[in-house]
């Protein structure tokens, strides 16, 4: 059976590695951050589209109990090799009758949305990690970001002419990620209507990366020192509400009624 393009892009760009570089490091420290403020000592996690299983990882060392999902079977072969203790099986988002309902105090669906086309294939994720996940109980749910890719990708590479012309970007700036595509990006209004859809209220929201992507060359020349207090700065601003949406990352904390 041939490779799934997102297995083909796993395969060729190693997550592991994304999040072992500084703005992958920015992206984790803060995400973690945030999990820290809300997490129980007696919490079970759940981790859905876990990918190489770094936050699996790094919350069974804090002694956490965090069962984990992935789709691509070569992600789930680097982090068992990494942590042969975890509990990982191989799933789908959008259906997992292998788990059963309210179950996990906090979920984590960290990456799942970002291939994931249109309100319909998102709010199949969403109710999914909703059924697992307990009354009361948190998710913690990441989008690409619109403008991000506006920017570094259609303005920076001089493709914003060819990809209006074309249709991929509309003439408000928004990115029309056709199916087939590994990537769809969304805006603050469209995280919104998601939670309006699925009956998730909002908790906080947060940029965990910020610059980060922006500034990759840059954090690469910092001495650690101050590339430490780039990661205390983004934390320091990752709720800020005139700064969430512009960096490639944004998640979402909502609470299951």
Do not use: W
């Amino acid at each position: 059976m041939p490779l799934s393009n997102i297995e083909q892009h796993y395969n060729k760009h190693p997550e592991d590695l994304r999040l072992q570089r500084r703005h992958g490091q920015v992206e984790f420290a803060v995400t973690m951050h945030h999990l820290h403020r809300f997490l129980q000592p007696h919490h079970h996690i759940l981790d859905i589209g876990c990918g190489t299983g770094r936050y699996t990882s790094a919350l069974m060392a804090e002694g956490y109990q965090v069962q984990a999902v992935e789709l691509v079977r070569r992600n789930i072969e680097v982090f068992l090799k990494r942590e042969p203790t975890a509990q990982v099986q191989q799933g789908d988002a959008r259906y997992m009758p292998f788990l059963p309902d309210a179950t996990a105090d906090v979920t984590l669906l960290l990456g799942p949305l970002y291939h994931l086309f249109g309100d319909d294939e998102k709010l199949r994720a969403l109710n999914e990690a909703k059924r697992v996940t307990k009354p009361g109980g948190l998710i913690f749910v990441a989008y690409l970001m619109n403008e991000y890719s506006i920017l570094s990708y259609c303005f920076d590479e001089d493709r914003i002419t060819q990809l209006m012309q074309q249709g991929f970007v509309d003439d408000q700036f928004h990115i029309r990620s056709a199916e087939g595509e590994l990537y769809d990006y969304i805006r603050l209004e469209d995280i919104d209507r998601l939670n309006r859809l699925a009956g998730l209220e909002r908790v906080t929201i947060f940029s965990p990366d910020g610059a980060a992507d922006y500034m990759r060359t840059r954090l690469n020349r910092m001495s650690d020192d101050t590339f430490a207090h780039f990661i205390q700065y983004q934390t320091c601003i990752s709720e800020r509400p005139d700064l969430i949406g512009a960096g490639s990352h944004t998640v979402d904390v909502v609470k299951v009624p």
